[in-house]
């Protein structure tokens, strides 16, 4: 036998062992649903303005990578990045879709697409703005069988088709702006 046909054969072997692995590796049942559960309990947080709700979805050595910023390690972080000192933002919606659940063993992943409107007050007034993106979030399960997000990350799509809610000459500066993104993408 010569060599592409040899290549081929083991290509077709290997795909197949690893159709067979994630097969038998796949997200149960029951941890899909509490996967679900820590999602939904993550939007329903934001939605409730609860930083401290938001904060208990995640574990401690969680870490936020944003759109062009660097990654944000550690519940306190986190909490410095959402949650600045100053006027407090306020999240007036939140439409979170998930496009896809899964995983293996003690980690999952979802992925999805959100819309967030959110609102600030900046030199006396009041502010709003509108962002829709994607994102992906990976969940690690503890020793006691809980699922917490690990790691999230999220890309805005262009301001072009998600236009802000109120003048653009007064909108945050682009840091501010990712520092009140609510939606953790």
């Known amino acids: 036998m010569s060599l592409l046909p040899r290549l081929v054969a083991g290509t077709v072997l290997l795909a197949l062992s690893g159709i067979g692995f994630a097969q ?5 049942p029951p941890d899909e649903t509490k996967v679900r559960a820590v999602n939904d309990a993550y939007v329903s947080a934001w939605r409730k303005n609860d930083p401290s709700a938001v904060l208990a979805t995640f574990w401690p050595d969680a870490v936020l990578i944003p759109q ?11 909490r410095g990045f959402w949650w600045p000192a ?8 939140f439409t979170h879709t998930t496009d896809e659940v899964g995983g293996s063993g003690s980690f999952a992943f979802t992925r999805g697409s959100f819309v967030l ?3 600030w007050e900046a030199d006396g007034k009041r502010r709003s703005q509108r962002n829709h993106g994607n994102y992906v979030m990976l969940l690690r399960r503890g020793a006691g069988g809980e ?10 799509l262009p ?6 809610t109120s003048p653009t000459s007064s909108a945050p500066t682009p840091r501010a702006e990712t520092r009140r993104r609510s939606d953790g993408g």
Do not use: C, Q, Y
Request: charged share 25%.
């Open 86 to 93: 100053g006027p407090p933002t306020t999240v007036t919606g």
């Open 24 to 28: 038998s590796n796949a997200l149960d």
């Open 68 to 78: 062009g910023r660097a990654a944000t390690k550690g519940l306190d972080a986190i």
């Open 117 to 119: 409107d959110f609102e």
């Open 159 to 164: 301001r072009a088709s998600a236009p802000p």
């Open 147 to 156: 699922w917490r997000i690990s790691h999230r990350m999220w890309s805005d």
